[in-house]
């Protein structure tokens, strides 16, 4: 069936460096790619998404690039804070016979270092 | 205007017993859904609904049931629960699509 991979799993940068998480679709009909922060025991929050008819997105420190052909998706955050700190989700969301799916990946756990 | 709001935030149920975990929304959304978050996974999505008076089938719908009567509301029901169905339940609304969703805050349920 179709999955999403995401890595790394764990995640830990100095405050003020870049930190990149990648993930790979199956479902070659996915069209739209969000990203979710999730901080300890909160909601998960949409940081930023891309559209399957667009390369690259950015959000001031955030941005999400998309290559198709090799059916991935990747998020960079520049000039990382201890705020950035959380479980950072990908998901694609494509339509197949059973109706549209979103599937996430499993998630990466970011940790900023001060 | 509350958002999403689920309700209970936390239940402990026994093997066998049944409950109903409701979930509303104040922003007059069409689609609502229901997911499931389970410890080094990411979000599975239990069912879904695209309007008021529909339901779908997501990944994991087995052993659960869900109804939409009202648009506001999407009530997700656990019939006979099993330890497997321990997890943290996150109810979503979006405008249309699953983009920009607007996640509640979360149910910790535990099946002992």
């Known amino acids: 069936g179709e999955n999403v991979e995401q890595h790394p799993s764990t995640l830990s940068v100095q405050e003020g460096d870049s930190a990149v998480i990648k993930c790979t679709y199956s479902?070659?009909?996915?069209?739209?790619f969000p990203w979710y922060k999730q901080e300890l025991g909160k909601r998960p929050q949409l940081i930023i998404d891309?559209?399957?008819?667009?390369g690259e997105k950015k959000d001031q420190r955030i941005a999400v690039t998309l290559n198709k052909t090799a059916k991935h998706f990747s998020l960079h955050i520049t000039e990382t804070q201890p705020e950035d700190s959380a479980v950072y989700f990908c998901a694609a969301r494509g339509r197949g016979t059973g109706g549209f799916k979103t599937i996430f990946g499993a998630g990466t756990r970011l940790f900023v270092k001060a | 205007n509350a958002g999403v709001t689920q309700t209970p935030k936390f239940r402990v149920l026994k093997t066998g017993q049944s409950m109903t975990l409701l979930c509303a929304q104040d922003m007059n959304h069409e689609y609502m859904y229901w997911y499931r978050q389970d410890p080094g996974m990411g979000l599975r999505l239990i069912h879904y609904s695209v309007g008021e008076g529909t339901t779908a089938k997501g990944e994991v719908p087995d052993g659960y049931n869900v109804s939409r009567l009202k648009k506001q509301n999407f009530l997700l029901g656990l019939e006979s629960a099993a330890p497997s169905q321990t997890s943290v339940y996150f109810c979503?609304?979006?405008?249309?699509?699953?983009?920009?969703?607007?996640f509640g805050s979360g149910t910790q349920l535990s099946v002992l």
């Open positions: 891309i559209r399957s008819n667009v």
């Open positions: 479902d070659s009909a996915s069209n739209y």
């Open positions: 979503a609304s979006s405008y249309r699509g699953p983009a920009h969703s607007v």
